[in-house]
């Protein structure tokens, strides 16, 4: 049974068809890439898996872990195990590296409290684990998240996803905006992050560095899966990636 599966969904933005019957499956333990142009469906793809609105789901699953939970909210797809670090990043600038991530626990604790019950709360990462990871966060652990650069707001953006310790983390353009380096250091803390055992599902224009890093690819091309196959496949097809990709 794969970790994910996304079975022939079709999505709308109100009236617009943005996704057309759109299927794919994520490995538990993968790396997994969806790759394609600007407006292409990835960003819905992945919104679509956490449940947020828009866009509107109106046929075909997703499944996670053999269950379903097309139509749940997000935050109870989130408490199931899986995370979205939007592209926005959406830290809070005026608390600290060490209050945002603390942040993920008051969220969880007052879901707790609207009904959920103590035994379906997963348990959390501790913070100091994450600061293993994601040692230039822990240097700055007492600075304000707004006055960090690009590449480290992206870094406490999912160090804070990971605080919820979930079988899935899903990113929405990680390297994007960022320097060479820094996406590097990004590279370096999502291969570490997977290796520990948590299954990336991640979209990305920077194709390239998506396919250094990635075990399985797909490229979605007008709402449709276009290809599917293993990185190493992809790196050798040159006409996939020139049509598709445009590299």
């Known amino acids: 049974m794969s970790l994910l599966e996304v079975d022939d969904i079709d999505a709308f933005y109100g009236q617009s068809h943005i996704l057309r019957g759109l299927s794919l499956t994520v490995e538990e333990g993968q790396i997994c890439a969806l790759l394609g142009r600007n407006g292409a469906g990835k960003t819905t793809t992945l919104r679509s898996i956490a449940g947020a609105?828009?866009?509107?789901?109106?046929?075909?699953?997703?499944r996670f872990q053999g269950e379903r939970?097309?139509?749940?909210?997000?935050?109870?797809?989130?408490?199931?195990?899986?995370?979205?670090?939007?592209?926005e990043r959406r830290v809070f600038p005026?608390?600290?590296?060490?209050e945002n991530l603390h942040m993920t626990?008051?969220?969880?604790?007052?879901?707790?409290?609207?009904?959920?019950?103590?035994?379906?709360v997963r348990e959390t990462r501790p913070v100091e684990e994450l600061y293993e990871a994601f040692p230039r966060l822990d240097e700055r652990r007492n600075q304000q998240a707004g006055t960090l650069s690009g590449g480290e707001q992206q870094?406490?953006?999912i160090a804070r996803?990971?605080?919820?310790?979930?079988?899935?983390?899903?990113?929405?353009?990680?390297?994007?905006?960022?320097?060479?380096?820094?996406?590097?250091?990004?590279?370096?803390a999502v291969r570490?992050?997977?290796?520990?055992?948590?299954?990336?599902?991640?979209?990305?224009?920077?194709?390239?560095?998506?396919?250094k890093i990635a075990d399985y690819c797909y490229i979605v091309d007008q709402?449709?899966?276009?290809?599917?196959?293993?990185?190493?496949?992809?790196?050798?097809?040159?006409?996939?990636?020139?049509?598709?990709l445009g590299v």
Request: aromatic share 2%; hydrophobic share 40%; charged share 30%.
């Open 53 to 62: 609105v828009p866009p509107e789901v109106r046929s075909g699953e997703v």
């Open 69 to 87: 939970i097309t139509g749940r909210d997000t935050e109870d797809i989130a408490m199931e195990g899986i995370a979205l670090v939007p592209e």
């Open 94 to 98: 005026n608390l600290t590296v060490e």
């Open 105 to 120: 626990q008051v969220s969880r604790n007052r879901s707790n409290r609207i009904g959920r019950g103590l035994e379906a």
């Open 155 to 157: 870094m406490l953006a």
């Open 161 to 188: 996803s990971l605080r919820q310790n979930p079988g899935l983390l899903m990113l929405d353009e990680p390297y994007e905006g960022l320097a060479p380096q820094i996406i590097e250091d990004v590279e370096d």
């Open 192 to 211: 570490q992050i997977n290796e520990e055992g948590t299954t990336v599902l991640l979209i990305e224009q920077n194709a390239a560095a998506a396919i």
């Open 223 to 244: 709402g449709e899966i276009v290809f599917s196959d293993t990185a190493e496949a992809l790196r050798e097809d040159d006409e996939a990636r020139q049509r598709y």
